[in-house]
């Protein structure tokens, strides 16, 4: 099923910048598209970006777009999310997961705390 | 954008009940809806594909059903170890969407 490690949270000024990173293994990375999904404290599952296999397709939700920049390195195993001009309101637990069938893989997250 | 209402929202159950969640989109989605389930502090599993296909290692007291607009998370004969909060999510168009999650308490 293999595994994926999220790394890169932390708290960060309204305004500010962070780079989240997901280390993937057990798996053959580069046939899987992946994705970023964040969960906010006490509140929902909200899916952020999608990339496809060989990175070259992403996609965002408006809430993000922009903002937000998903990129990828199949010879690293690795997947990143790029966070600019950070708000209160993106501050949640952010997970890795992998798109198969479903989100068939999932990260144990990495908190994001957007605060001054 | 693809809309998923579940309900109920919550839902207290007594173990070796019989248990079902829906959820409902707001367009047509055939089949391409899954089901999760999360536990207090873990990340979310996988635990029907695609509405009704079953996923290796969950228990066979899961299961699901339905196609288009209306589909159905079925748990019989409920444990306690599946309390939780269940989520759906769709995966038919972009941006992909999940259910606002319906939490089972045990009585």
């Known amino acids: 099923q293999g595994q994926l490690v999220e790394s890169g949270g932390g708290l960060v000024k309204p305004g500010g910048s962070l780079r989240l990173s997901c280390a993937a293994s057990?798996?053959?990375?580069?046939?899987?598209?992946m994705s970023w999904i964040r969960q906010a404290p006490g509140k929902g599952l909200e899916w952020v970006s999608y990339i496809s296999s060989s990175g070259s397709t992403k996609y965002y939700p408006d809430s993000v777009k922009g903002r937000f920049t998903i990129s990828r390195d199949n010879a690293k195993n690795s997947l990143y999310l790029q966070m600019n001009s950070l708000r209160a309101e993106d501050s949640a637990v952010y997970y890795c997961?992998?798109?198969?069938?479903?989100?068939?893989?999932w990260g144990q997250g990495t908190l994001v705390t957007v605060s001054s | 954008e693809i809309v998923l209402t579940q309900s109920p929202d919550f839902q207290s159950v007594t173990p070796k009940e019989k248990v079902t969640v829906t959820c409902r989109a707001s367009?047509?989605?055939?089949?391409?809806l899954h089901w999760y389930q999360q536990k207090p502090d873990q990340s979310p599993n996988l635990l029907i594909k695609y509405a009704s296909q079953s996923i290796s290692g969950v228990p066979s007291r899961f299961s699901g059903s339905g196609s288009g607009t209306d589909f159905t998370l079925t748990i019989n004969s409920l444990e306690a170890e599946d309390a939780a909060t269940y989520y759906c999510h769709q995966s038919s168009s972009l941006p992909f969407t999940f259910g606002g999650g319906t939490k089972v308490e045990i009585k």
């Open positions: 367009q047509h989605i055939g089949s391409s």
């Open positions: 057990g798996f053959t990375f580069s046939d899987y598209y």
């Open positions: 997961a992998r798109a198969g069938a479903g989100i068939d893989s």
